[in-house]
């Protein structure tokens, strides 16, 4: 049985990621290929439910990042690992990348501590592709919604998303067979174009 591929979407908050996800998943289901859309922290009942708790809650730095990974180790056994080895693909809205980005470069939690966790919950599976979505800090906060109500991490100040984007940058740096990095300020249908070119080579 051919075994699935993992694609995973990242950015700062306003990046624009969510908008291209739908449509690489329409891309793909246009090929016959099936499909599972899902997000991170979320994916499964408890993981929505964690999800509550570190987008809304204060709480300690380091139980923000077991949180997130006892949300991702049930993830991965409830619902990716189960797609990719019936054969369909997943792309999944953030992975470990955002706990790099967020809990490290913009909370400053260790590197090592979090390489401490990613290798106990998930070191055999890394994402086939990880697309970055990269904008100006003034871009993104630009676009993220005044009216809506915005989680603690979108409430964050300028100096927190800089580090955050800082260190999706040194993973894309440092994990160069993996990622893609998107100029997100461009128009929509040139971002199109080159996603359908990326989706194709893979």
């Known amino acids: ?21 739908q449509f690489v998943a329409g891309l793909l289901g246009q090929r016959g290929i099936p499909v599972v859309v899902t997000r991170e922290p979320g994916g499964t009942p408890l993981g ?15 139980t923000e990042a077991l949180l997130m990974f006892a949300a991702r180790r049930e993830h991965l056994a409830q619902v990716i690992e189960p797609a990719l080895a019936r054969g369909d693909w997943v792309i999944s809205d953030r992975f470990t990348d955002a ?4 809990q490290g470069g913009g909370r400053r939690l260790s590197r090592e501590k979090l390489e ?7 070191p055999h599976r890394q994402p086939d592709l990880t697309l970055l979505f990269d904008v100006p800090l ?11 109500e915005l989680d603690k991490f979108e409430q964050e100040k300028a100096d927190f998303f800089a580090a955050t984007r800082a260190e999706y940058l040194r993973r894309a740096e440092e994990f160069k067979a993996r990622f893609r990095i998107i100029d997100s300020t461009r128009p929509i249908p040139d971002i199109h174009k080159e996603l359908e070119n990326i989706i194709a080579g893979l």
């Open 1 to 21: 049985m051919t075994v699935g591929k993992f694609i995973t979407f990242e950015g700062i908050d306003g990046a624009g990621k969510s908008t291209h996800l």
């Open 138 to 148: 003034e871009v993104a906060r630009a676009r993220l919604d005044a009216t809506r």
């Open 99 to 102: 706990s790099f980005a967020y």
């Open 48 to 62: 929505e439910a964690l999800r509550e708790m570190v987008l809304h809650q204060p709480m300690h730095l380091e």
């Open 116 to 122: 401490i966790l990613e290798r106990w919950v998930h």
